[in-house]
C-alpha cells in the first residue's frame, strides 16, 4: 500500500482542528445553564437553550449536509438514466426543514420539550415511547454507520489509508468530543466542519472543470456525450413519474421527524429562532450542494480514457458511488484533492456525532429516565448519556465496516422513520383525541405495509405487490453477476405512511367511543389511554388541574416522588405562556 505522506498529513491536521474546537467550546461552556438551575443532562442535550442564530444555523445545515448528502448528490448526477432530475436530496431536505420551520419547530420549542420522544411519552404512554424509539434508533445509528462507511472508503481512495483504520479513527475523534461536550462541542465544531465543506469542494470544481478530459458541461447537460454516458440533466419517465414523487415525500416529510433536527430545534433561544433556524437551513442545504452537483456533472462529461483512472469509467466498475473522490483524485492536483478530501471528512464527522448523540439523548431520558428510573438524579442521567454516546458510537463503527449491508438497512429505517413516526408526529402534536390504541394501530399497519413492499438494497423480497410492479434486472459489473429485483413503481411508501396516520386517527376515535360510551367496560382499557388517560405513570397531576384539562374526578392516584420529578420533565415555564392554545390536551380541545 502505498500512503500519501501529504494526504495523511492534511488529513491529521484537519482532525486536530476539529478535536481542539470540540474541546474548547466543551470548555467554554462547562457551567452553562448552573445558573439558571437547568439540569446538565439537559444542558448536554439541548445546550442550555440557548444556541444562538450563528452558531444554530451552522449546526442544522451541517446535520443534513452529510457524506451521503454531497457524495449521493454527486452520484445520482453522474449516474447514467438518472442525473440532475434524480438528485432530490437538495431540494427535498430544503423543503423539510421549511416545512418542519412553518409548522412543528414554534409547538415543539414552545413547549419546552428535551427530545423528539417527549410529546409521544406525555401523550401515548412510556410504552409506546419506547415502541417509537426502536424506527428513531434505528435511523440515527445506521446513517451514522453509513456515512462513516463512506468516508472510509473516500479516504482509502485518495490516500490509500486503509478503510478499517480511517473508519475507526474518525469515529473514535467524533465520539470524544461529543462525549466531552455534548451538543456545544457538537455545535461548534460543525461551524469549522461546514467551512471545510464550503471551501474545500469550491476550491476543486475549478481545478476540475479545467481538465482537458472534461467536456463542456453546458454542452453534457442536454447532449449524450457516448454510448455509455447520458445527458446529467436527466429526464422522469413516465413508469417512474409516481416513483419519483414517493421518493420525493419521503425526502421532504421524511426528513422532519428526526431527533437531529429537533435537538436543534430544541436547543434555540426562543421558539421564534427555532423556526428562523429551520430557514437559514434550508438555503444552507441548497447552496451547499451545488458543488456536488458540478461535480456529478463533470464525471458525466469526462473522458476516462485521458486520466490517470483507466479507460473503464467508474459506472462500470461499479464505483459510482464514489464518483466525488473519484474526481477529486484524478482531476484535480493532489494538494487540491485533498482539500476536497477534508470537505468530505467534515461533513461525514458533521452528521455522524449529531446522530450518536440524538439516539444517546433519546435513550437516556426517554428509555432509562422516564420508562425505568423516574428517580434518577441528574448525574446518574449525564453517565448513562456518556455510556450510551460511547456505545452508540462503537455499535455505528461496527456496522460501518460492514459495508455491504449499511446502506441498505439505512434506506429502510429511513423509511420506517418516514411511514410510523411522522404520521405520529402529526397526530399527538395537531390532532385532538388520538390516543394509545391509535398509535399501535397506526405503528403496525404502517410496519405491515412498508416491510411487505420489500427492500432491494437489503434483498429483502416483497410480500405485498403493489400495482404496477416489475422485474429489474441489474447487472454487476465487475463481476458479471445479473440479480433481478422487484421493482415497486406505486408509491407505496407514502400510501403506507398515509395509512398509517388514518389509522391512528381511526382507531383513536373508535377506542373513544366504545370505552367512554360503555360499549367496553373501563376494565378493559388496558393501556390506560382513554380511562385513565392521565395516569401517574406519564404526567403530574398538578399541572393538568392547574391548565383545565381534567377534573379532580378523573385523576388516578399519583406518588409524591413522581409529582415532583414529572413536573419537571414536561413543564417549562414557557410552556405555560407561549402556544398554549394549540396543544392537543389543551382546554380548546376537549370540546368534543
Known amino acids: 500500500m502505498n500512503i500519501h505522506v501529504e494526504g495523511l498529513v492534511a488529513i491529521v491536521i484537519f482532525y486536530l482542528l476539529i478535536l481542539l474546537v470540540g474541546i474548547w467550546a466543551a470548555w467554554k461552556n462547562k457551567n452553562s445553564g448552573v445558573m439558571e438551575g437547568v439540569d446538565r443532562s439537559e444542558t448536554i442535550m439541548v445546550g442550555g437553550r440557548d444556541i444562538g442564530l450563528f452558531v444554530g444555523a451552522f449546526t442544522m445545515t451541517a446535520t443534513w449536509v452529510g457524506g451521503g448528502y454531497i457524495n449521493g448528490t454527486a452520484e445520482n448526477v453522474y449516474l447514467p438514466g438518472y442525473g440532475l432530475a434524480w438528485a432530490q436530496a437538495p431540494f427535498g431536505y430544503a423543503l423539510s426543514l421549511v416545512l418542519g420551520g412553518l409548522f412543528f419547530a414554534k409547538p415543539m420549542r414552545s413547549r419546552g420539550y428535551v427530545t423528539m420522544l417527549d410529546p409521544f ?103 449524450q456525450l457516448n454510448a455509455n454516458q447520458t445527458a446529467w440533466l436527466g429526464k422522469i419517465e413516465s413508469p417512474d413519474k409516481w416513483m419519483w414523487a414517493d421518493n420525493f415525500c419521503l425526502l421532504m416529510l421524511g426528513g422532519i421527524p428526526w431527533q437531529v433536527y429537533f435537538q436543534r430545534v430544541l436547543s434555540a433561544s426562543s421558539a421564534t429562532y427555532a423556526q428562523v433556524l429551520s430557514f437559514l437551513a434550508a438555503f444552507g442545504c441548497i447552496i451547499m450542494a451545488i458543488p456536488s452537483v458540478l461535480i456529478g456533472a463533470i464525471g458525466a462529461s469526462t473522458d476516462w480514457n485521458q486520466t490517470t483512472y483507466g479507460p473503464i469509467p467508474p459506472m462500470q466498475r461499479d464505483q459510482s458511488d464514489m464518483i466525488l473522490p473519484i474526481v477529486l483524485q484524478h482531476l484535480c492536483p493532489a494538494y487540491i484533492s485533498f482539500f476536497g478530501l477534508g470537505a468530505v471528512s467534515a461533513a461525514v464527522m458533521s452528521s455522524a456525532d449529531s446522530s450518536i448523540l440524538s439516539a444517546s439523548s433519546m435513550f437516556a431520558r426517554n428509555i432509562y429516565q422516564l420508562a425505568f428510573r423516574q428517580s434518577a438524579s441528574d448525574r446518574e442521567i449525564v453517565w448513562v448519556m456518556r455510556i450510551t454516546i460511547f456505545v452508540f458510537g462503537a455499535l455505528a463503527t461496527g456496522m460501518a465496516l460492514l459495508t455491504g449491508t449499511v446502506y441498505g438497512l439505512w434506506y429502510l429505517s429511513s423509511d420506517l422513520v418516514y411511514v410510523i413516526i411522522f404520521p405520529q408526529l402529526l397526530c399527538v402534536l395537531f390532532i385532538r383525541g388520538t390516543n394509545t390504541y391509535g398509535s399501535v394501530a397506526a405503528y403496525i399497519f404502517g410496519l405491515i405495509l412498508r416491510v411487505g413492499g420489500g427492500e432491494p438494497y437489503l434483498k429483502l423480497p416483497p410480500f405485498i405487490y403493489y400495482p404496477g410492479w416489475t422485474i429489474e434486472e441489474k447487472v454487476h459489473h465487475v463481476t458479471k453477476e445479473v440479480e433481478y429485483l422487484v421493482l415497486q413503481r406505486f408509491p407505496f411508501k407514502t400510501a403506507s405512511m398515509l395509512a398509517s396516520f388514518l389509522s391512528n386517527v381511526a382507531f383513536s376515535y373508535l377506542f373513544k367511543y366504545l370505552f367512554e360510551s360503555g360499549t367496553l367496560s373501563a376494565k378493559y382499557d388496558f393501556l390506560d389511554a382513554v380511562v385513565a388517560k392521565h395516569s401517574a405513570e406519564i404526567m403530574d397531576k398538578t399541572t393538568l388541574v392547574n391548565k383545565n384539562i381534567i377534573g379532580l374526578n378523573e385523576m388516578t392516584p399519583v406518588k409524591p416522588r413522581l409529582s415532583v420529578t414529572l413536573a419537571a420533565t414536561f413543564t417549562r415555564k414557557e410552556t405555560l405562556t407561549e402556544e398554549e392554545d394549540s396543544s392537543p390536551e389543551s382546554p380548546s380541545h376537549e370540546n368534543e
Open 121 to 223: 411519552q406525555q401523550v401515548y404512554g412510556k410504552r409506546m415511547g419506547g415502541l417509537l424509539f426502536i424506527p428513531a434508533l434505528m435511523g440515527e445509528m445506521f446513517w451514522s454507520a453509513a456515512i462513516l462507511s463512506a468516508l472510509g472508503a473516500t479516504l482509502s481512495v485518495i490516500i490509500d489509508i486503509d478503510i478499517n483504520m480511517s473508519v475507526i479513527i474518525s469515529a473514535l475523534i467524533a465520539i470524544f468530543y461529543t462525549l466531552v461536550g455534548g451538543l456545544y462541542s457538537v455545535a461548534y465544531t460543525d461551524v469549522v466542519q461546514l467551512f471545510c465543506i464550503f471551501l474545500g469542494l469550491w476550491v476543486s470544481v475549478p481545478f476540475a472543470l479545467s481538465n482537458p478530459a472534461v467536456s463542456n458541461i453546458g454542452l453534457t447537460a442536454v447532449k
